[in-house]
């Protein structure tokens, strides 16, 4: 690839981060006249107002309790947010706490107590502004009885690595846990609850963000144990798993808050971030550049490899019949693929992708893909995703690495970083979904 090529590339998924950062998304949805804050179309009084209370789940909370004290800070008067390692900000009227993630550890259990005291101590004239994030499923983690820290720690792992969509993975965390799937603002009523969300999940499903602490939950303990069984993990949870899913299958134990519950006649929302306000904005600074550009999709997801292989195609497509856009082309979606993962290897979804990617443009000139974690952070790794040409597997191979085995056993990573082709941002203070960018350069308008 071009220095110039990969130099645009990164300045498109650039703009797709900045648009998608707290400090551009929250000042949005955020206002303060002095006597009354406007949260969405949200409006409050604080002269009618007791107290004002933050609370944070997820990798994106800590900038985004950051940009909101900037616009309401002395009117906060406690706060707490948890976000992962590596994820804090300066505050001053809110706490930071960091935790685990993608496992909770014992920080999460730590400051998921901290949270709840606050929230549970909130009465009618209260106001808790509940910032939420991708991440926060795991790192808002209090276990509901009988299940313990480590059996939700082994259930998640377990999980992680079936290559289950996270609606699927929130499906079952929200019913062995005491805060997720609506029980946030149950625990908050009658306090008035606003909820600001940057979205992590194709589409934005509220209840499935950070597993919809403050929303209804319209799933069931049946469907957490289907879930199971259905990747073949019913036998291999630990037992106090399954006999908490049990009981609320059998109506032994109430199922999570639904929307006739009167709670949510307290609770509002609105969404500041997405990965389609980042998908947008990375479209426009290509248009910027000079490229035709597309939106695919706002809802990809699949598994890894696979939408690898499809994206190569549909850059093979550009480069064959200019279609379906000629070139010079942009084509961008933004989702969430999943991994199975069977071997032994390190890597994330966007290196595997882009691995997958790689190999079905192999030899192709012009042609650059991407796949960023808009987090930084792509699986276990410091890596974000990757960004791969025509020349990668060459590159790969002149390591002694075959791709093609690389693939096989989860192992992206050392792949990618033999070609010097990793894409490394360090933590980004967002997290909303993937960008994947497919560039194919030439055309009437020769790049």
């Known amino acids: 690839m071009t220095i110039t090529a990969r130099t645009e590339?990164?300045?498109i998924l650039s703009a797709g981060l900045t648009a998608a950062s707290p400090a551009t998304c929250i000042p949005q949805v955020v206002g303060c006249d002095g006597t009354a804050v406007v949260?969405?179309?949200?409006?409050?009084?604080?002269?009618?107002?007791?107290?004002?209370?933050?609370?944070?789940?997820?990798?994106?909370?800590?900038?985004?309790?950051?940009?909101?004290?900037?616009?309401?800070?002395?009117?906060?008067?406690?706060?707490?947010?948890?976000?992962?390692?590596?994820?804090?900000?300066?505050?001053?009227?809110?706490?930071v706490m960091e935790a685990g993630h993608p496992v909770p550890?014992?920080?999460?259990?730590?400051?998921?107590?901290?949270?709840?005291?606050?929230?549970?101590?909130?009465?009618?004239?209260?106001?808790?502004?509940?910032?939420?994030?991708?991440g926060g499923s795991a790192l808002l983690t209090l276990p509901a009885p009988p299940v313990t820290l480590p059996d939700l720690s082994a259930t998640n792992r377990l999980l992680l690595l079936s290559g289950a969509r996270i609606q699927e993975i929130n499906t079952v965390r929200?019913?062995?846990?005491?805060?997720?799937?609506?029980?946030?603002?149950?625990?908050?009523?009658?306090?008035?609850?606003?909820?600001?969300?940057?979205?992590?999940?194709?589409?934005?499903?509220?209840?499935?963000?950070?597993s919809g602490?403050?929303?209804?939950?319209p799933t069931t303990f049946a469907a957490g144990i289907e879930i199971l069984k259905r990747y073949r993990l019913w036998e291999k949870v630990p037992a106090t798993v399954r006999s908490r899913l049990a009981a609320?299958?059998?109506?032994?134990?109430?199922?999570?808050?639904?929307?006739?519950?009167?709670?949510?006649?307290?609770?509002?929302?609105?969404?500041?971030?997405?990965?389609?306000?980042?998908?947008?904005?990375?479209?426009?600074?290509g248009k910027r550049l000079g490229y035709n550009t597309l939106l695919l999709t706002t809802t990809l997801e699949g598994e890894a490899r696979e939408v690898g292989k499809v994206v190569a195609a549909v850059a093979r497509e550009v480069v064959a019949k200019n279609r379906p856009i000629p070139r010079p082309a942009l084509i961008l979606a933004a989702g969430e693929t999943t991994v199975t993962v069977r071997g032994d290897g390190t890597g994330g979804r966007n290196q595997e992708l882009a691995l997958a990617a790689a190999l079905g443009i192999s030899g192709l000139p012009e042609v650059i893909i991407a796949a960023l974690g808009t987090d930084g952070r792509d699986g276990p790794t410091d890596a974000a995703g990757g960004i791969v040409d025509g020349e990668t597997i060459n590159r790969i191979r002149a390591h002694g690495i075959s791709p093609q085995d690389a693939?096989?056993?989860?192992?992206?990573?050392?792949?990618?970083?033999?070609?010097?082709?990793?894409?490394?941002?360090?933590?980004?203070?967002?997290?909303?979904?993937?960008?994947v960018a497919i560039l194919v350069c030439g055309g009437h308008n020769a790049r």
Not at 213 to 217: A, G, I, L, R, S
Not at 251 to 272: C, H, L, M, Q
Request: hydrophobic fraction near 45%.
């Open 248 to 285: 609320g299958a059998d109506g032994d134990i109430p199922e999570t808050p639904k929307p006739d519950n009167s709670a949510f006649n307290r609770v509002s929302y609105v969404i500041a971030g997405s990965g389609t306000i980042a998908a947008e904005a990375a479209q426009q600074e």
């Open 9 to 11: 590339m990164m300045t």
């Open 39 to 95: 949260i969405g179309d949200e409006r409050i009084d604080l002269e009618r107002v007791n107290r004002v209370i933050v609370v944070g789940i997820g990798k994106a909370t800590a900038q985004m309790a950051a940009a909101l004290e900037t616009i309401i800070g002395d009117r906060i008067t406690a706060g707490v947010v948890v976000t992962a390692d590596g994820y804090t900000a300066r505050t001053r009227r809110v706490a």
């Open 174 to 210: 929200k019913h062995l846990s005491q805060v997720k799937g609506g029980q946030l603002a149950q625990r908050a009523f009658p306090a008035r609850v606003i909820a600001i969300i940057l979205s992590d999940v194709p589409g934005d499903p509220v209840d499935m963000i950070a």
């Open 105 to 134: 550890d014992t920080r999460c259990l730590d400051a998921a107590r901290r949270i709840t005291a606050l929230v549970d101590d909130a009465d009618a004239d209260d106001v808790v502004i509940v910032l939420i994030s991708g």
């Open 213 to 217: 602490p403050t929303v209804p939950d």
């Open 407 to 435: 693939l096989t056993r989860n192992d992206a990573y050392h792949a990618l970083a033999a070609a010097g082709v990793l894409i490394n941002t360090g933590p980004t203070g967002t997290n909303v979904a993937d960008l």
